[in-house]
Structures are given as C-alpha cells and as structure tokens.
C-alpha cells in the first residue's frame, strides 16, 4: 500500500462548489504540507502543519481551508471554487526536511 | 522573497552522455538542499539530498554543493531514456516559523534522446 494517499485523484467541478481533498498517511510522520502544481509556475505550498494542533498558512492561502483530522489525516477545502483553482494539487509529509509526495490530485473547476 | 532558480530547458543530451542539472538559491543559510525527478503527470520523487559542500554519488546521480557561491547541481551520468522527466531543485529556507519547509525550483525539463 502506498504511504501517503490522495483522494479523490480527479476531480471535476463547477464555479461556487465546495469540495474537499484528503489526504492520508502510514508513514508516522509529524509534519504535512498542501501544495498545487501549475505549468510554468511550479510548486507553491498552501498550508502546513508540523502537528496536530500547528497550521500555518504558505504562499497562496487565500481561497483555500485546511483540516488536520489526526496526525495521519490532513484536508484541504475550497470553499468556493473558482475556475483559477484548476491545478494539480499535492499533499507531502516529512519527519524533518525530506518531504515525500502522494499521488496527486487533478482538479479541473468549470 | 527566498528564490531557486532553474533553467527552464529543456535540456536535451544524447543517451550515454552526462547531463548536467543546475540550481542557484538566494538565501544564503539554507542548509538542505533535495534534488526531485518528476515524471509528466506524476508526483515528485526524492532522488538525492544533500547538506554539505562538495559532492555526494549514489550510483549514477552526482549531487553538488557551492554553499560559497549558492549553488546546487546534479550530474547524471551515463543518461538513459527512463531519465527523460523534470528536475526540481529545493533548499529550505532559514527565516522564522519555516523552518523544515522546502522552497521549489520551476524544475527543469530533461530529455535523453535514444
């Protein structure tokens, strides 16, 4: 079984919808990270969380929520989805610096 | 704004040969430096780290580090076609509440030709 998962793996949406993306890991790591995935502009970081109780926002919060369920479970929300939100998104964990990545999600908003 | 920057590419060389990745950063007390392999369409993939001056091999992949000049590389010797993806470069940042995030390179697109 794959350490860190994503759910859904695509996802397919229209303008003002709320959805949600999980994320969930069997590595025991501490730390979880949510970050999208644009051609041309790489990887920015969302939100993270170094445990349980510790969220911080990243480069480009704004429209976006997060959730850390347990240590192993972390969320992301858009509240209202709008079409610039199209993008890969990834969640990544690590114990200390080394961040291992799950599969992805491809979130296309109409 | 803590940057790394990469050449777009794409880079492209011929299989056998040795590609040669680059990577500069700004923030002059990064300590970490990772280099990632991303297939199209694919999540990142840890191929090496690496924390102090000098070079570090793990089989065909070279990494190097210039703390002095603010460089980071990656050699890959003896290229094949399964090389072919993009290569993120990522420091972590020395200020604040950060510590033990990543700042990521645009990645630079790899191509071994056959």
């Known amino acids: 079984d794959a350490d860190v998962t994503q759910t859904p793996r695509n996802r397919i949406t229209k303008t003002g919808k709320r959805i949600m993306l999980e994320c969930s890991q069997t590595k025991g790591h501490d730390r979880m990270y949510w970050y999208r995935q644009d051609p041309g502009l790489g990887l920015r970081l969302i939100y993270y969380?170094?445990?349980?109780?510790?969220?911080n926002k990243g480069e480009i919060s704004d429209g976006y929520s997060v959730s850390r369920q347990a240590q192993a479970k972390f969320s992301l929300s858009l509240e209202s989805a709008i079409p610039n939100q199209t993008a890969l998104y990834f969640c990544a964990t690590s114990l200390r610096e080394t961040q291992y990545f799950g599969p992805g999600t491809r979130l296309l908003v109409l | 704004q803590k940057e790394v920057e990469q050449n777009s590419g794409p880079l492209s060389v011929p299989e056998g040969a040795i590609a040669s990745l680059n990577c500069t950063y700004s923030?002059?007390?990064?300590?970490?430096f990772f280099w990632y392999r991303q297939y199209s369409g694919k999540s990142p993939e840890l191929i090496m780290s690496?924390?102090?001056?000098g070079d570090k091999e793990d089989g065909r992949f070279t990494a190097q580090l210039n703390k002095a000049s603010q460089y980071v590389s990656l050699l890959i010797r003896d290229s094949q076609p399964s090389d072919s993806a993009t290569y993120l470069c990522?420091?972590?940042?020395?200020?604040?509440?950060?510590?033990?995030?990543?700042?990521f390179g645009k990645g630079t697109k790899l191509s071994v030709k056959p």
């Open positions: 923030d002059r007390g990064s300590q970490s």
């Open positions: 969380s170094f445990d349980v109780k510790d969220i």
């Open positions: 690496i924390y102090s001056n």
């Open positions: 990522a420091v972590t940042p020395n200020y604040g509440g950060s510590q033990g995030n990543l700042i």
